[in-house]
């Protein structure tokens, strides 16, 4: 017997509850759908009159909330209250790389994913459905069905509930969440009552083609989805290798990826050669994974995955290392502009972001970054790059008169960043960016400049005639 689900909780209002909710509100209007988090800011952001103040940044984001916010969409900190009124519980809570204790590093921490299930266990009223949406290592359901059903609260025995736990991963990415949220390849639903599955999969069936729903038991739901960020992200790794052989070779990236990309078994999606994948999960998924191959012994398989991380880092810092080599061996006191700190587009997210680890690597070689962004706000930046020093250089024009070096900046306005710039660095692949006005930056800029293009957005032969040194990621045919 499948339970009809009328009222739902998803606890975490972050990147993934927020859009991923917001899609289910729209397209299930019959379905109340409180998001709750311990957050009061994030909460009251996600409230706010004002939607450009929404807590990220989704293209289409905005319209859903309009048609769902506080018809049947509903953002709180009432964490008890809402798991009491719900037939289902969305766990969607961070399950951050452990930075301390056993599996330093590696392992998943997952102390927020047990304090959402103990608070399920002391909340939940009657028969609760609980799904796993965080990315979890294979067996953490286990774990979860131990909280819920080991639960001694008399108000708890009182109220006889009970639980069925399932795994429903989600696959979306960042930048284009709505839409995978409305035509995703797949759903997959892991677990073990036929009737709890069926009840998640009645929700997806208002919007999702029924082929598309995939069952499986929990264990395989819960590997598939470390699986596939892993198979991405191997796939980046695999591209960045061969772009790097590309540039010593005389070979193209781009077109070494079209031609192994027609081919039907390998497909052309994902072979971007770039500055190395960010985002807040490929590493610690692939992390993840490499703990999980440890624990069972499986040192081969360990090492395999690790070696897609630890590529990724070599990348990231083969570029700054090579924009340090081209400026004449050093930067220091040089002006550079970087356009784009997110990890990606579309997002303002910078978890991760391949630009943190290069905007380190130059400050500490002496640079003044002027850093752009479209989406992501300075405040974040600093943090990122554990520095404050942006306020006291915000005015300052003439940097390179003052003697400074190892600075950074926000500028908003990407043609007064030319200014005198010695080097320009294009780190995420805006679209803006590939609207520049060659012309115009070439008469602002310190002669010699150089171009760098780790995202493959700009046109060669636009920058080369404007007398401006060009170079971009895995092109063997650049000076
Ligand atoms: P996030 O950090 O943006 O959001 C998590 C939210 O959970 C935060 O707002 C936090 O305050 C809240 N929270 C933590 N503990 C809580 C508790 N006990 N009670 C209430 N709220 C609590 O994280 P995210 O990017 O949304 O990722 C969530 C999960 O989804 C992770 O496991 C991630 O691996 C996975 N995932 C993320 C993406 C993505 O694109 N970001 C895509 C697929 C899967
Ligand atoms: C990724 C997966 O694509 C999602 O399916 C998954 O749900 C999500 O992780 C997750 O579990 O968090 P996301 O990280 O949001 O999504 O974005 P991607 O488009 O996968 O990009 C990840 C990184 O790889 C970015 O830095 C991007 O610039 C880089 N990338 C991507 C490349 O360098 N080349 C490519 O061809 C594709």
Same mark, same amino acid.
């Given at each position: 017997?499948?339970?009809?689900i009328?009222?739902?909780?998803?606890?975490?209002?972050?990147?993934?509850?927020?859009p991923?909710?917001?899609v289910?509100?729209?397209?299930?209007?019959?379905?109340?759908?409180?998001v709750?988090?311990?957050?009061?800011?994030?909460?009251d952001?996600?409230?706010?009159q004002?939607?450009?103040?929404l807590?990220?940044f989704?293209?289409?984001l905005?319209e859903?909330?309009?048609?769902?916010?506080?018809?049947?969409?509903?953002?709180?900190?009432?964490?008890?209250?809402?798991i009491?009124?719900?037939?289902?519980v969305?766990?969607?809570?961070n399950?951050?790389t452990k930075t301390?204790g056993?599996?330093?590093?590696?392992a998943?921490?997952l102390?927020?994913?047990?304090?959402?299930?103990?608070?399920v266990?002391?909340?939940a009223?009657a028969h609760?459905?609980?799904v796993?949406?965080?990315t979890?290592p294979?067996?953490t359901?286990?774990?979860?069905?131990k909280?819920?059903?080991s639960?001694n609260?008399?108000e708890?025995?009182?109220r006889k509930?009970?639980f069925d736990?399932?795994?429903n991963?989600?696959?979306?990415s960042?930048?284009?969440?709505?839409d995978?949220?409305f035509?995703?390849?797949?759903?997959?639903?892991?677990?073990?009552?036929?009737?709890?599955?069926?009840?998640?999969g009645?929700?997806?069936?208002?919007?999702?083609?029924?082929?598309?729903?995939?069952?499986?038991?929990?264990?395989?739901?819960?590997?598939?989805?470390l699986?596939?960020?892993a198979?991405?992200?191997?796939?980046?790794?695999?591209i960045?290798?061969?772009?790097?052989?590309?540039?010593a =070779?005389?070979a193209?990236?781009?077109?070494? @990826?079209r031609? $192994?990309?027609? +081919?039907s078994?390998?497909?052309?999606?994902? !072979?971007?050669?770039?500055?190395?994948?960010?985002?807040s999960?490929?590493?610690?998924?692939?992390l993840?994974?490499?703990?999980?191959?440890d624990?069972?012994?499986?040192k081969?398989?360990?090492?395999?995955?690790e070696?897609?991380v630890?590529?990724?880092d070599?990348?990231?810092h083969?570029?700054?290392?090579?924009i340090?080599?081209?400026?004449?061996?050093?930067v220091?006191g040089?002006?550079i502009c970087i356009?784009?700190?997110?990890?990606k587009s579309? =997002?303002?997210?910078?978890?991760?972001s391949? @630009?943190?680890? $290069?905007?380190? +690597?130059?400050?500490?070689?002496g640079a003044? !970054?002027?850093?752009?962004?479209?989406?992501?706000?300075?405040?974040?930046?600093?943090?990122?790059l554990?520095k404050?020093e942006?306020?006291?250089?915000k005015d300052?024009?003439k940097?390179?008169?003052?003697?400074?070096?190892?600075?950074?900046c926000f500028e908003?306005?990407?043609?007064?960043?030319f200014e005198?710039?010695?080097?320009?660095v294009?780190?995420?692949?805006?679209?803006?960016?590939?609207?520049i006005?060659?012309g115009?930056?070439?008469?602002?800029?310190?002669k010699?400049?150089?171009?760098?293009d780790s995202?493959?957005?700009?046109?060669?032969?636009?920058?080369?005639?404007n007398?401006?040194?060009?170079?971009?990621?895995?092109?063997?045919n650049?000076?």
């Amino acid at each position: 017997m499948k339970i009809p689900i009328k009222n739902i909780c998803c606890i975490g209002a972050g990147y993934v509850g927020g859009p991923t909710m917001a899609v289910l509100a729209y397209k299930c209007p019959q379905i109340t759908i409180n998001v709750v988090d311990v957050n009061q800011n994030r909460i009251d952001s996600w409230n706010s009159q004002d939607l450009s103040k929404l807590p990220i940044f989704e293209p289409g984001l905005k319209e859903i909330i309009t048609k769902t916010r506080n018809k049947n969409l509903f953002f709180s900190i009432h964490i008890g209250e809402c798991i009491a009124n719900a037939d289902m519980v969305f766990i969607s809570v961070n399950t951050p790389t452990k930075t301390k204790g056993l599996g330093a590093g590696k392992a998943s921490d997952l102390k927020w994913v047990e304090a959402s299930a103990r608070q399920v266990a002391l909340h939940a009223k009657a028969h609760t459905i609980v799904v796993e949406k965080s990315t979890l290592p294979v067996r953490t359901a286990e774990v979860v069905t131990k909280i819920l059903k080991s639960s001694n609260n008399y108000e708890n025995l009182k109220r006889k509930s009970s639980f069925d736990i399932l795994s429903n991963p989600e696959f979306l990415s960042e930048g284009s969440a709505i839409d995978d949220l409305f035509n995703p390849d797949r759903v997959l639903i892991g677990g073990e009552s036929q009737d709890a599955m069926n009840s998640l999969g009645e929700i997806y069936k208002n919007w999702v083609p029924e082929e598309k729903i995939l069952y499986t038991n929990i264990w395989s739901s819960e590997l598939a989805k470390l699986t596939a960020n892993a198979f991405l992200a191997q796939r980046i790794s695999s591209i960045n290798a061969i772009g790097a052989l590309c540039e010593a =070779t005389g070979a193209d990236v781009r077109e070494v @990826a079209r031609a $192994i990309g027609t +081919d039907s078994r390998i497909g052309s999606k994902f !072979l971007n050669s770039g500055p190395g994948f960010g985002g807040s999960c490929f590493k610690k998924d692939i992390l993840n994974l490499v703990y999980l191959a440890d624990y069972y012994g499986l040192k081969e398989v360990a090492n395999f995955w690790e070696e897609v991380v630890k590529l990724n880092d070599w990348h990231q810092h083969r570029i700054s290392r090579l924009i340090i080599k081209k400026l004449f061996g050093t930067v220091s006191g040089k002006k550079i502009c970087i356009l784009g700190f997110s990890f990606k587009s579309n =997002t303002n997210d910078t978890r991760e972001s391949a @630009a943190i680890n $290069i905007c380190r +690597d130059l400050i500490e070689e002496g640079a003044i !970054l002027f850093i752009n962004d479209p989406k992501v706000e300075p405040k974040q930046i600093a943090i990122d790059l554990n520095k404050d020093e942006y306020k006291e250089l915000k005015d300052i024009n003439k940097i390179q008169l003052l003697n400074v070096e190892g600075l950074w900046c926000f500028e908003e306005n990407i043609y007064n960043a030319f200014e005198n710039a010695d080097a320009i660095v294009v780190l995420t692949e805006w679209h803006e960016y590939s609207l520049i006005d060659w012309g115009i930056a070439s008469r602002k800029v310190r002669k010699p400049c150089f171009i760098f293009d780790s995202r493959s957005i700009l046109v060669k032969e636009d920058i080369v005639k404007n007398d401006l040194n060009f170079w971009r990621v895995g092109d063997g045919n650049c000076p």
